[in-house]
T-cell receptor, first 114, second 118 residues
């Protein structure tokens, strides 16, 4: 099956710094990628939908200036958490959609802000 | 309003027995898809099974089957012959199709933590 990678898998950063998370589709071109956030034992909440070459569409309540999303190519989308604070600590999961509409999830990135 | 509802925060089952995880959904669309995912403690999302709204037969994939009751808007997951490795969080999700060649986003339920006892 199709493979989606995320890097890094775990990151610890200090409060006030920025963190970039990469999501790559390894064997297909993804015109659309999605970014989710998940707190422990809770559901996946969609943060934004990212289309290649255009601005991301953010869900209500998600600060676009805090969570910067860039989808510069058909195989790469990045999420940058700017000026991270402890409340941003969470599990971030991306998924990539292939041209047939199949959606594949990355393994997730666990962010801890100290 | 919650589009996907999973009312069982936790479920316990004995190894080798069957278990049903409940899922109800709410949509006014005629065309939609229902998915079940397994999320072990590692965090990866593992696709289990899919049911399209126009599919007349219940979907099956190995030990997984989806009990699709369209009129009741329910899409329960049945796991037969439970194994210890089935212990994980399970999510029901729905995609409403935007029509044409565009695809809607996935909306997830709250999840059910399944624990399989030896």
């Amino acid at each position: 099956g199709a493979v989606v990678s995320q890097h890094p898998s775990r990151v610890i950063c200090k409060s006030g710094t920025s963190v970039k998370i990469e999501c790559r589709s390894l064997d297909f071109q993804a015109t659309t990628m999605f970014w989710y956030r998940q707190f422990p034992k809770q559901s996946l909440m969609l943060m934004a939908t990212s289309n290649e070459g255009s601005k991301a569409t953010y869900e209500q309540g998600v600060e676009k200036d805090k969570f910067l999303i860039n989808h510069a190519s058909l195989t790469l989308s990045t999420l940058t958490v700017t000026s991270a604070h402890p409340e941003d600590s969470s599990f971030y999961i991306c998924s990539a959609m292939d041209p047939a509409g199949e959606q594949y999830f990355g393994p997730g990135t666990r962010l801890t802000v100290t | 309003a919650q589009k996907i509802t999973q009312t069982q925060p936790g479920m316990f089952v004995q190894e080798k027995e069957a278990v049903t995880l409940d899922c109800t959904y709410d949509t006014s669309d005629q065309s939609y898809g229902l998915f079940w995912y397994k999320q072990p403690s590692s965090g990866e999302m593992i696709f289990l099974i899919y049911q399209g709204s126009y599919d007349e037969q219940n979907a099956t994939e190995g030990r997984y089957s989806l009990n699709f009751q369209k009129a009741r808007k329910s899409a329960n997951l049945v796991i037969s012959a439970s194994q210890l490795g089935d212990s994980a969080m399970y999510f029901c999700a729905m995609r409403e199709y935007a029509g044409g060649t565009s695809y809607g986003k996935l909306t997830f339920g709250q999840g059910t933590i399944l624990t399989v006892h030896p």
